[in-house]
């Protein structure tokens, strides 16, 4: 069987489009699978942002891996404490586990760029520098700075220390944050201060 001149040129025609269609889509495709290569291999703007000061912001600065205690020396958010408020925690922890609680340290000293991340993260997540203020002070005000508070965890701990503290010279200083402690030698004697609300209460905080 033959076919004529013009069926063949037609039949032509289709092959080449049919050709030139499927070159389109192989590009195409091409395009894509580099893309996404490209995409899942680049850094996030979150990364961009903050993927060096994760990395460079870790135990060093104050950052405490889970279920630490005051008795750990290797921690620099725990050995930078100030000596005396170290020294009243770790007995008030030796009389409290005599209780079956444990004195966990979900904060303690931090170092002024540590402190700033935490800031920054507090705006972010309050929507305002007044607000955060209520949580988190500046580096150059914090107390976790110069290592003269600490936070202890977990409830039954803070409980603990709630009732027991002032005979430690332990106290509670925001009725915010039932957690954060100080060391007041006083209250050894004459029990702890009357809390602030929180620390944009704190005449410290106003310096």
């Not at 891996?65 to 005396?84: K, M, Q, R, Y």
């Not at 170092?111 to 305002?128: D, F, I, N, R």
Request: one cysteine or more; charged letters at 20%; glycine letters at 8%.
């Amino acid at each position: 069987m033959t076919y004529s001149g013009p069926a063949r040129t037609a039949a032509r025609g289709n092959r080449s489009t049919i050709l030139a269609a499927l070159v389109v889509l192989s590009v195409a495709l091409v395009g894509v699978v580099v893309h996404q290569s490209l995409a899942s291999s680049a850094a996030s703007p979150i990364d961009i942002l903050h993927g060096d000061r994760r990395g460079a912001l870790g135990e060093a600065d104050g950052a405490v891996p889970d279920g630490v205690t005051v008795f750990a020396d290797e921690i620099p958010a725990v050995a930078n404490l100030d000596p005396d408020l170290l020294g009243a925690l770790r007995q008030a922890a030796t009389d409290a586990a005599d209780d079956g609680v444990e004195f966990v340290v979900n904060s303690g000293w931090r170092s002024p760029e540590y402190q700033e991340q935490l800031l920054h993260e507090a705006v972010s997540e309050y929507g305002s520098e007044e607000e955060a203020a209520r949580w988190v002070a500046t580096a150059d005000k914090s107390l976790h700075v110069s290592g003269d508070a600490v936070d202890i965890g977990p409830s039954d701990a803070a409980a603990w220390l709630s009732e027991h503290g002032a005979e430690y010279g332990l106290c509670q200083i925001y009725s915010n944050e039932p957690w954060h402690y100080e060391l007041r030698p006083e209250a050894v004697d004459d029990s702890c201060p009357p809390m602030y609300a929180d620390p944009t209460h704190d005449p410290r905080m106003q310096q």
